[in-house]
């Protein structure tokens, strides 16, 4: 299956060849799972994001359009335009505790507790984000790639993706590292 | 990794709470696989690509050299974009047009629109006032046109010149509509113009052919004519009222005839003797109304001449033997028909004077009498210059053969 090239996988998806397109599925759709996961914290949302993203790739080569390189990026592209698109039609969903959920049994529940708040905080941190710069932070630390694949997702040149880069992380400080100093300073 | 020396390490450790690994159910998996490939396949089986859609590569190959390459195929923004390229070259290139209209000149292409255009400014305005100021500003360019063609050795045509003075009769117009100081002030505004303009003509220098010639008097009959408008609005500005309340009447009846409606009231007027309904004043020269400035002129006969009536003449029309003195009646009693009695000095009945008074007359036997008058002379109705002859000369006047104007 590695031996396919981003190139052989997309002459065969045009050719609609099922085994081609089974094999972008299973290499691309676990990433983008976990890509939409991290945004949406959602495992029904994620799964429509794949499904979603999934869907728009077979249209747009249906249409005779489509990427002509960079399959991956393509794909995240995808992903990523609908999940902006979700958090412009509706505001993000409050997370509730239900009486009914079980902990962990190999996790204490404060710490279980303490992960889903600082993942909340992070999510409300990237939301404060563009859309470009929230997806240069996911893709450049979170998924690890580098610059270049990042711009060919973004299909903005390299030096406009450090850019972004430097703003994100920069206000992500202020959010995250120097707001909370900030309190503690307060509190104490 | 590289990404590693790029940022904070405290915000390293916050971001790295999201990587976790999460669990994606495998039966969710394979259900969403499925259905992929299930898509696919019904893709695979009855779509290719479109026809249209097969040779659309060359286009954007095209239009990623001048436009930004589209990241996504985007039927809306297509559409939007469309509509609005439309609507940008209907508005552009409609106001372009109209911008480049305003300085045509009768005999060009976009001079339609020059007029189509100043129609719908007049419409758009509500305002009396500035009406009135739009009507005097289109009048000036009406003007101009007309200068500027004879200027350029042409001649403007009759449409041309009752263009202009019909927009001249608007001002007017629209100056009554106004309050009575203002349209006072409005008139005099409007008498400036035309006497400028009038002057303007005098100074025009045509190529000397007569058609030009006649086209310029016209032209400046025509401005002094309403100017003469102007000084009865001055002097009795609800009698200037009362006639443009006719002359918009006139045009209410022909509406399909814009030709000068003044001149279609001018030849309307009633009765002679009624007066000219349009001025109060002397008559100017060349202005149409008062004696005509024939001294040999001969009728010309042909009946047609006077288009005011073809009726029979009735008493005091003016038509029959005029009164000569020393002229002895026909004796037969049948030269005049209109009355039995004894003609009055001065009544327009009864023998003529002929040209020459001190001739004696010789009474007639009565076959040179017109038992009737004759086209020739129900085609001088009102003519008061020297008289013309009709059958004979002053010393053959034989009765009803003199003065056919009878009174004078």
Not at chain 2, 132 to 140: G, W
Not at chain 2, 158 to 170: A, D, G, H, K, T
């Amino acid at each position: 299956m590695n031996s396919f090239t981003e190139q052989d996988l997309l002459i065969g998806a045009r050719a609609y060849d099922l085994n081609i397109l089974g094999m972008i599925y299973d290499r691309y759709s676990p990433g983008i799972y976990r890509y939409a996961m991290r945004l949406l914290g959602d495992e029904c949302l994620a799964e429509d994001c794949v499904a979603e993203t999934f869907s728009r790739f077979l249209k747009v080569i249906r249409s005779g359009l489509g990427p002509k390189d960079h399959l991956q990026a393509y794909l995240y592209r995808i992903a990523h335009n609908w999940i902006t698109d979700r958090y412009r039609r509706q505001p993000p969903t409050p997370i509730t505790l239900d009486d009914s959920m079980h902990a962990d049994k190999n996790t204490l529940p404060e710490l279980q507790t303490e992960t889903i708040m600082e993942q909340k905080e992070v999510l409300l941190a990237l939301r404060s984000l563009t859309a470009d710069q929230r997806q240069v932070v996911i893709l450049r630390f979170i998924e690890g790639w580098g610059n270049e694949e990042v711009a060919a997702a973004l299909e903005k040149p390299v030096g406009a993706i450090k850019a972004l880069q430097h703003r994100a992380l920069e206000t992500l400080r202020i959010c995250l590292v120097k707001g909370k100093k900030d309190d503690i300073d307060g509190i104490k | 990794m590289e990404s590693n020396n790029e940022i904070d390490p405290g915000l390293r450790k916050k971001l790295s709470v999201l990587q976790l690994e999460y669990e994606r159910d495998p039966e969710k998996v394979k259900r969403g696989r499925s259905a992929f490939l299930q898509e696919a396949e019904q893709f695979a089986k009855t779509v290719s690509p479109l026809n249209k859609m097969r040779h659309n590569g060359w286009i954007n190959s095209i239009q990623s050299i001048f436009m930004f390459r589209k990241k996504e195929h985007t039927p809306m923004f297509n559409t939007l974009m469309t509509i609005m390229l439309v609507f940008t070259l209907v508005l552009g290139g409609g106001g372009t047009t109209l911008v480049a209209a305003q300085n045509t000149q009768p005999d060009q292409p976009l001079y339609g629109i020059k007029l189509w255009s100043e129609q719908f400014r007049s419409n758009l305005t509500n305002n009396p006032q500035n009406k009135y100021q739009l009507s005097l500003e289109f009048a000036d360019r009406r003007f101009e046109e007309i200068q500027n063609l004879f200027q350029s050795g042409g001649i403007p045509t009759e449409e041309i010149q009752n263009r202009y003075i019909n927009q001249v009769e608007q001002t007017i117009r629209f100056a009554m509509s106004l309050s009575d100081d203002r349209a006072l002030n409005a008139l005099q505004q409007i008498q400036e113009r035309l006497q400028i303009q009038n002057q303007a003509l005098l100074q025009v220098k045509t190529d000397g052919t007569v058609n030009a010639d006649a086209s310029l008097t016209r032209t400046r009959l025509m401005i002094q004519e309403r100017l003469n408008w102007i000084e009865g609005g001055l002097s009795n500005l609800n009698q200037l009222r009362e006639q443009i309340r006719q002359q918009e009447k006139v045009h209410e009846q022909d509406p399909q005839n814009p030709e000068s409606n003044a001149e279609q009231a001018t030849r309307s007027i009633p009765e002679g003797g009624a007066g000219n309904p349009w001025t109060t004043g002397t008559p100017t020269p060349y202005s149409g109304y008062g004696p005509g400035d024939c001294t040999n002129c001969t009728p010309s006969g042909n009946g047609e001449s006077n288009p005011w009536t073809t009726g029979t003449p009735t008493p005091y029309s003016g038509y029959g033997p005029g009164d000569c003195e020393n002229c002895t009646p026909s004796g037969n009693g049948e030269s005049n028909p209109w009355t039995t009695g004894t003609p009055t000095p001065y009544s327009g009945y009864g023998p003529g004077p002929g040209s020459d008074p001190s001739q004696t007359c010789t009474p007639g036997t009565g076959d040179d009498i017109m038992p009737q008058p004759t086209q020739q002379q129900i085609g001088q109705p009102t003519q008061a210059g020297p008289q013309p002859t009709t059958t004979g000369t002053g010393s053959q006047a034989t009765p009803g053969s003199g003065d056919p104007g009878g009174k004078h």
